[in-house]
């Protein structure tokens, strides 16, 4: 066992970093600072792993030694971050489960401007509009990192990508899949400027979903979770789509109907990728 | 618009009906009382709808009329069920949201032994292990009432169906979908003891999830969110299926497994049954 470099000791709440941390579950915070939250030793990994080293990490005095925690706090230390020790009450405050093994890091957000975008670089992208649901949002993250898309464009009012929920929820796909978030208005011309066919689930002039001519770079559009999407989007589309509905309700779960397409989009372009 | 039928006036937090209907959020009660909360107009009616007249109508005295409450409350006195009109804030207490416009029903139970199941009444099931978040539940009531599943069978420590979360998840799918309880111990004889095709997600010994050789009645096993499925269990289906997972990570969320394999089934099942 490596010795622990050194760690900052904090053992009282009213401590500005105390409630600088704890302001980091408030967008509103999260958005002045550009800093998020993420917890857990897997995400922590997965985001050294990918190159992503914490400003912060935050850890309870009493937790266990692990080598993974040793790595990481190399790392911070290396980047001129801060290592910090505290209670398992302040800890606890901080991440908002009683879980005294548990580790936080903040990091700094990312970029979230289209500009960031090279579409080129997949393809396939998933495009939620409106989706309020934070897990939801997180789960289109992992659903985009295991399809192998290039990320996650959200439009319009959109949950927060880098709020605690929606990062647990990615299982570490927040630092592996890009992120954009733009309005419609800014979207549309800025998908229109390069090559990209945007789809999405429809009920109206659509095609079925299985077999569908998709083409890469392929924008798959999910609609809000209790709206769908506004009829002018659906217009817009190059392709719309129905999935068998048949049952009573006429709808997925907005994650879920992404994933379903996702996967079909994934299958028609190998085919049309494949040697004849 | 109709007069409204007679209805029971609730103002005391201390009332009794209120205790019960408060204690119908948790778990131990809900076992006890055998009935169950569901909560919203939209889910109400789909309740009706397929014929499940609840026991009990709650809402604020300050509601909005509207045609489908009218409907509703003669249902439920039609049935011998009582209505009972509260004040906004024991509403609030009652469904957990400040909404006076909200409106909850309680329901019976219903049986979950898996005796109760018709195996040969559909194509395809859904069946979940150790599956935790009521979420997640719910979504997967919800995409089976989409691909014409017949039910969820929930294997060993699942999440309660019957939770106010899984059923609003659900969108109305709790009241059109089959749902059993059962251990894996119960679970698999009674599979072996007619027709059944039990499929799992897997990486081990799998062949590609798409265009495997689904069979009806097809059974879809999903396993917990974290652990997955475990060992011994994926070695007693009688096909393993991988999806493709192009990413960092090596799963997919668990509602999201089962509905991107559902949706696969219920195409392969097409186009066996097909003529040639």
Chains 1, 2 share one sequence.
């Not at 997965?46 to 992503?52: F, I, L």
């Not at 990209?196 to 659509?206: C, K, P, T, W």
């Amino acid at each position: 066992m490596s010795k622990p470099p050194e760690r900052r000791q904090i053992t009282g709440f009213s401590n500005p970093v105390v409630k600088y941390l704890r302001s980091l579950r408030d967008k509103k915070h999260r958005k002045q600072e550009r800093a998020f939250l993420a917890e857990g030793l897997r995400l922590l990994t997965d985001a050294r792993e990918t190159g992503h080293v914490p400003q912060m990490l935050v850890m309870a005095g009493t937790r266990d030694p692990h080598p993974l925690i040793d790595a990481l706090e190399r790392d911070v230390v290396a980047a001129g971050g801060e290592v910090i020790e505290t209670t398992p009450d302040i800890l606890a405050k901080i991440t908002g489960k009683s879980n005294p093994q548990a580790v936080a890091g903040v990091f700094e957000e990312f970029d979230t401007s289209l500009s960031a975008i090279d579409r080129a670089s997949a393809p396939l992208w998933l495009v939620a509009q409106d989706l309020r649901d934070p897990g939801n949002l997180g789960t289109m993250l992992r659903t985009g990192d295991a399809v192998g898309a290039g990320g996650l464009i959200l439009i319009d009012d959109c949950a927060d990508p880098f709020s605690v929920e929606a990062v647990r929820a990615s299982m570490g796909a927040i630092f592996t899949q890009r992120i954009a978030r733009a309005r419609w208005e800014e979207f549309l011309p800025w998908l229109r400027s390069g090559a990209g066919q945007l789809v999405a689930a429809s009920l109206r002039d659509a095609v079925p979903y299985r077999g569908a001519p998709y083409a890469a770079p392929c924008f798959i559009l999910v609609g809000n979770e209790s709206q769908g999407l506004p009829q002018e989007y659906e217009a817009a589309c190059d392709l719309r789509v129905t999935m068998p509905m048949r049952g009573r309700a006429d709808s997925l779960n907005a994650a879920v109907a992404g994933a379903v397409l996702a996967y079909e989009v994934l299958a028609g372009l190998q085919e049309t990728a494949a040697p004849t």
